[in-house]
């Protein structure tokens, strides 16, 4: 990421000999982070059944929201670093 915002602030392309390599991992990185996020949630749901909460109150929305925006924001983050080498 480093390398990027390096690019992004003093684009100069003889500075920066491996760019696919460097926004590939960037990708990489980025999408495993999103990864993780989605396999935290999973978590959560799983706990949240085993604890059996009162059947009557409803389920909280905030992880299911931070999930999905989180999901959004890693995927245009990576669509950025893809569009931009």
Sequence with gaps: MVAKVALIVQPDPKVLSDRGLYSGVGVLIV?????LI??????????????????????????????????????????LIVVTT
């Design 38 to 79: 989605v396999i935290g949630y999973l978590q959560h749901v799983a706990v949240a059944k085993v604890l059996k909460r009162d059947e009557e109150a409803p389920r909280p929305r905030w992880p299911l929201t931070i999930t999905v925006v989180a999901g959004a924001g890693s995927l245009l983050l990576s669509g």
């Design 31 to 35: 999408l495993s982070g999103a990864v």
